[in-house]
């Protein structure tokens, strides 16, 4: 393979979810392409570092100093969504169940790797918090060791406050089949089961 497709190949590669075959062909079709797409390909991923940045006030990806959420007339004021990336707020978006706010921390606690209290933008939260009129905190860390620790962290760090702290649910996938489930997964939808009935 010439050096400059093996150079592009391993670039690609470095994306989540590309594989190394799938680097290779995707460098090869990007040989097909006319010469003014992959201009304006280039132009755009020049752009990328230039044009986006984190919103001032939740840390999502924006053009401007507020993202569009944030800037938005028509979401929940009183809601915050606390998520570890700004690229999961597109996925939370995308299943059209919430029309709140939300707070990118910018990662997870993970001692392991170096990361504690002081490298998340927790206290940008606690000034929103303080700062407004949020009745709900949602915490939608990871259901990993490490979002799990993060999301009790966060929860005894706001308790004083007169908000109510909540934990989205995490157990079996909807359409899966309880027997390919794992010991963790059933233990998380054991324990976040609700109520189908007012029976007491």
Not at 17 to 38: C, F, H, N, V, Y
Not at 126 to 132: K, M, T, V, W, Y
């Amino acid at each position: 393979m010439p050096k400059a497709l093996q150079r592009l190949s391993e670039k690609l590669n470095r994306l989540p979810g590309i594989g190394k075959r799938t680097a290779e062909r995707l460098s090869m079709a990007l040989l097909d392409w006319p010469e003014e797409q992959l201009v304006a390909l280039g132009e755009d991923l020049q752009k990328l570092r230039r044009q986006i940045r984190p919103c001032n006030c939740c840390g999502n990806y924006s053009e401007q100093e507020l993202c569009p959420i944030c800037s938005s007339a028509n979401r929940q004021q009183n809601l915050i969504c606390v998520v570890e990336n700004a690229s999961q707020i597109a996925v939370i978006e995308g299943s059209n169940a919430y029309r709140g706010m939300y707070h990118v921390l910018g990662g997870k606690l993970s001692p392991l790797n170096g990361k504690g209290p002081a490298d998340l933008r927790i206290r940008e939260l606690r000034e929103r918090l303080q700062n407004s009129l949020i009745t709900e905190l949602i915490i939608a860390t990871s259901p990993d060791l490490e979002g799990e620790a993060t999301a009790h962290f966060l929860a005894e760090e706001f308790r004083g406050m007169p908000i109510l702290i909540s934990r989205i649910a995490s157990g079996i996938p909807a359409g899966a089949d309880l027997s390919y489930a794992d010991a963790a997964t059933l233990n998380l939808a054991l324990n976040g089961r609700r109520k189908l009935n007012e029976f007491p």
